[in-house]
């Protein structure tokens, strides 16, 4: 091996022969033991190298996509049809569920949905572990009673875009309106104007509320543009609306109507 | 069977509706013994119901009790005893932690159904052993796609739970002859009062060998005083021979000696004991440490000498105030504190030192079978008994109590913990003291979040643009700071451009509306009119002292209303949770004007009162209510936050009592010192050694 080398070297540049003759000698006055020896520690550091490489950057780490949202808003049904296009009768979910996901695309990739409960005391600590993680959020409202939940909504959706670890991974925010099959359901929109108005006004007495006792100020980002009105298109990250129903028109046995939602993960 | 009614791959629940068949082996049982149970589910922790049974005539969804019952109990921490009650059902559960499952079931809460319990144990232990494949595998894919088929093990479990517990209840009543009563003698039945009755008492303390009269019989033996009246109707209550006329002539006795005696805490014991024989006569009283001579108590030979005696003495006296005259001049010095130090670090190593003994002490006994059981949690997989986790809790337990959390609040939020960590399997290179630390943490911070939204800046505009005033009244007993606390909270409100009046509904403390008064002086100095729109930014309402409270603050209501303020906080005087008519005061004021925040403002200072204080305000503010959606405590205004260092135990209790969320906190007496609660410092700060 360490002949075919020196030959090759030997045809491709001629001044350094001297040297690699010298070499050559020095190492084949060694003990050919030892030359293994030495061989094997040199190639074990370099796979280790390469391997820290690879799991540390943080690029391939983030496969992750999160559903959100508030409780009784159908993530854990829509986790579901996702993953298997079955209904299942669902309770309160108290701790995370996660599965992988084959996305319905040509690259076929994989990646890790996982449903994170919904309830208030639990939201801030499933968010803190899994954010970091997360290569798209689909934040899931409740359609049908989105006007009386529109306050405890744009609260959440405040949380999440000042948030610094998801301003600066900036994954993809996909606001599925659920429960379209029900009739007073509102539209995309509508949905949309309503939190543009809400983030508004929020977004001026979140910046003005007390810090915490400690003194540290959670959230200090101004979202949108001061002086203008705010907008979604105004945010770095991008944030789609698209409508959905987990539970379908015809009832539980039927199917489910998330084409949307599947082509909006497609994409990514 | 009609077509529609068989089980379909997606369908894995059975609903009994009245008038079809079902598709079940044995379905006339299920009929029959469903009536019992409204339902039973078993759902992940993740949220999908896995299998669920309903009873027969039941149409409601069991969604909506399963759900208010993971919110009210799993979720705040309240999991100590196993059952809970919603409107009419009663719902007992079982945590599976090993493979993140719960267990639920539903009965109507007039039936008193014995074997639940081991019911539910039973199907836990079977479901488990017949899915343990399925349910060992990590992600949730497995159990979307599973169909759980548990209807046939579920029918014959139920099935033997209701036998079993039919064959206890029919237990054949015995016949005379094998009854204790036909071994007494009549004479021994016969009372007459004083000495025969403890006679009698004797005679049926042999005569009754029951389990249930053990106890009362070997307590009655050892304390007369009071027990014996209990034992006596433990007694009554143990013997079946009694016909009912001696029972009521025996009841009649009782309380006529009750009478004479007056309030019958300890009957005398000289109607039960047997009197003394002979007459006492009067004798001297003899003290056991009075000495026996006179003689050393005469003191009139010194009296002789007293002249240069008392000379002596005035001199003496003289010098001694002279040491004390001079010794207080000049600057006061500080306190001797390296005594005090000492003292208090000789006590810190004596409890460390005893509780070090004990922890050696119990180190030892299990030390060779704790060597190989540690390595084992180390490297192997452990599920977790609460035999493990008692000494770690116990000892979270007694850290929580030092660092000011309750004490009953702090034992029931460590049978929480351990019953959500019990049957858990502990992952590699974790011990057990890590896993329960963890698991407490993360509790007290779900303790701490808000169940709701709480931002009342937002609240405050929606109230603006409803044109009407948002109301705020603040609560609590004396001396916690709601003065000073609601002119923090007025300084916020004007600083971010709202209008304030004060309603001075403390008419009872002397100076009480002149503080606020003095307070409004400054605001308004602070934030002159000018820079304000031309009307002062905080206006106090008053009408003295001595006035109805409610009234006043009726009134301030109507007077925001027409004059355009955003907020009004209105101070209530500080009163004793036990003081009924103050209570009922409080009460009043808060059902008549309705006001948008009810604010319980509590110092962090507090211990263990924090309990009862909170306890018997929102008992109060329910029971005086007319409408059946009584307003209770909404917030809680945490004060003196800066007198604590990390004994911020007071937080955790407060929240934990009520469910309601901090909304400010106090650290200072300034009008900058208010601040907003920081779950996670506070748990870090509690967790702290």
Redesign the interface.
């Known amino acids: 091996m360490v002949e075919k080398a020196d030959v090759e070297m030997e045809m491709a540049d001629n001044p350094f022969e001297p040297y690699i003759e010298s070499l050559r000698q020095q190492l084949e006055e060694q003990d050919p033991v030892l030359l293994i020896a030495l061989i094997v520690a040199l190639a074990v550091v370099v796979i280790t190298c390469v391997f820290l490489k690879y799991f540390l950057s943080s690029k391939t780490v983030r496969s992750a996509v999160l559903l959100v949202g508030l409780c009784e808003s159908g993530k ?1 049904l829509l ?2 049809r996702l ?2 296009g ?15 996901y084959k996305a319905k695309n040509d690259r076929a990739c994989t990646w890790t949905l996982i ?1 994170l ?1 919904g ?7 499933y968010l803190e572990k899994f954010k970091s993680a997360a290569r798209a959020i689909v934040f899931v409202v409740d359609s049908a009673i989105f006007q009386k939940e529109v ?2 909504v744009a ?1 959440f959706l405040y949380v999440l875009l000042t948030d610094s670890v998801i301003s600066r991974n900036g994954p993809a925010i996909l606001v599925a309106c659920n429960k379209q099959d029900i009739t007073m359901a509102k539209s995309a929109k509508l949905i949309q104007q309503q939190l543009e108005k809400e983030l508004n ?2 977004r001026v ?2 910046s ?7 003194g ?1 100020i959670g959230g200090s980002m101004y979202l949108g543009k001061k002086g203008k009105d705010f907008e979604f298109s105004q945010l770095p990250v991008k944030v789609e609306f698209l409508e959905c129903s987990a539970r379908g028109s015809k009832g ?2 039927g199917e489910a109507d998330i084409q949307n939602l599947e082509k909006s993960l497609a994409k990514l | 069977m009609t077509e529609a009614n068989s089980l ?1 791959a ?4 059975i609903l009994c509706t009245s008038g079809r068949f079902l598709p079940v082996k044995d379905e006339n049982y299920l009929i029959r013994g469903g009536k019992m149970l409204d339902f039973f ?1 078993i ?7 896995l299998w ?1 049974f309903q009873g027969a005539g039941v149409s409601e969804s069991f ?1 909506g009790p ?2 208010a019952l ?2 009210s109990v ?2 705040q921490e309240r999991s100590g005893n196993n059952s809970y009650s919603h409107e009419a059902l009663s719902l007992k559960y079982k945590l599976d932690n090993e493979f ?1 499952l719960i267990f639920v079931v539903g009965f109507q809460k007039i039936l008193t159904l014995t074997y639940v319990d081991k019911f539910i144990d039973d199907v836990q232990l079977h479901f488990r052993d017949r899915y343990k494949n399925e349910l060992e595998q990590k ?3 497995k159990l ?2 599973n169909n759980f088929e548990f209807e046939d093990d579920f029918t014959m479990l139920l099935r033997e739970a209701e036998e079993s517990s039919k064959a206890r209840s029919h237990v054949a009543m015995r016949s005379f002859k094998e009854s204790e009563k036909s071994q007494k003698t009549v004479k021994s039945m016969i009372e007459t009062k004083g000495v025969d009755k403890s006679k009698e008492q004797g005679g049926k303390k042999n005569k009754n060998t029951k389990k249930e009269a053990a106890p009362a019989a070997d307590s009655a033996k050892g304390d007369k005083g009071k027990v014996t009246s209990s034992g006596q109707k433990t007694v009554e209550n143990g013997n079946q021979g009694l016909t009912p006329e001696e029972d009521m002539q025996k009841k009649r006795e009782e309380f006529f000696r009750k009478r004479i005696v007056g309030t019958a805490e300890k009957p005398i014991s000289s109607t039960k004991s047997p009197k003394p024989q002979k007459p006492r006569e009067k004798r001297m009283r003899v003290w056991d440490m009075g000495g026996n001579s006179t003689k050393e108590l005469d003191y009139s030979k010194s009296k002789g000498e007293g002249s240069t005696n008392g000379d002596d003495q005035s001199l003496e006296t003289k010098m001694d105030p002279g040491m004390q005259v001079s010794s207080m001049e000049g600057e006061l010095p500080p306190v001797d504190y390296e005594s005090s130090d000492e003292g208090e670090i000789e006590e810190e190593d004596e409890r460390v030192v005893v509780s070090g003994t004990s922890k050696t002490s119990s180190k030892k006994g299990g030390s060779f079978g704790g060597m190989f059981g540690m390595l084992k949690g180390l490297v192997g997989s452990k599920s977790l008994s609460s035999d493990d986790m008692e000494p770690v809790l116990e000892k979270m337990k007694e850290h929580l109590i030092t660092k000011n959390v309750a004490a009953d609040i702090a034992s029931k939020l460590c049978d929480s913990v351990a019953k959500k960590l019990e049957g858990k399997v502990m992952g590699t290179f974790t011990t057990v003291a890590s896993t329960v630390k963890q698991a407490l943490q ?1 509790s007290l ?3 701490l ?5 709480v ?1 009342i ?2 609240d405050v ?2 109230a603006q643009s409803q044109r009407r005033p948002f109301v705020i009244t603040f609560c609590g007993v004396n001396g916690v700071g709601k003065s000073t606390n609601l002119a923090k909270i007025s300084f ?1 409100l004007i ?2 451009g709202f209008t304030v009046l004060i309603a001075a509904c403390d008419t009872f403390r002397a100076g009480a509306v002149e503080q606020l008064r003095t307070h409004e002086r400054r605001l308004n100095s602070l934030h002159p009119q000018e820079q304000h729109g031309g009307r002062p930014v905080v206006q106090l309402y008053e009408k003295g002292y001595g006035k109805d409270a409610a009234g006043i603050a009726m009134e301030a209501i109507a007077y925001a209303r027409n004059q355009v303020f955003d907020v009004v906080l209105v101070d209530t005087a500080g009163r004793m949770q036990d003081n009924a008519p103050l209570m009922t005061a409080l009460a009043k004021l808060i059902a008549v004007n309705m006001p948008d925040l009810v604010l319980f403002v509590g110092e962090a200072l507090v211990g263990n009162e924090a309990v009862d204080q909170l306890v018997k305000f929102n008992q109060a503010l329910a029971d005086h209510s007319m409408s059946d959606r009584p307003r209770l405590i909404d917030g809680i205004v945490l004060t003196k ?1 800066d007198t604590i260092d990390d004994k911020v135990g007071a937080a955790i209790s407060m929240t934990y009592i009520t469910g309601q969320p901090i909304v ?2 106090g ?1 200072g007496q300034t009008y900058s010192d ?6 996670r ?2 748990v870090s700060a509690l967790m702290k050694a």
């Open positions: 854990t986790f579901s993953l298997s079955n209904f299942k009768r669902t309770q309160t979910s108290i701790t995370d569920s996660s599965a992988p449903d409960p309830h208030d005391s639990l939201r801030p600590q306050r405890d609260e006004t929020l007495t979140r003005a509320a007390l810090s915490a006792q400690d540290s539980e046995e | 379909t997606s369908q894995t629940c589910t759902f992940s922790k993740g949220g999908i119901v669920c969604a399963v759900n993971i919110r799993i979720l993140e992600g949730a894919l979307l796609n993360d911070v779900q303790i979040q808000p169940k709701r939204r931002d800046l937002r505009m929606d916020w600083e971010n936050f400010f906190v650290t208010l601040r907003s609660l920081n779950a410092a506070v």
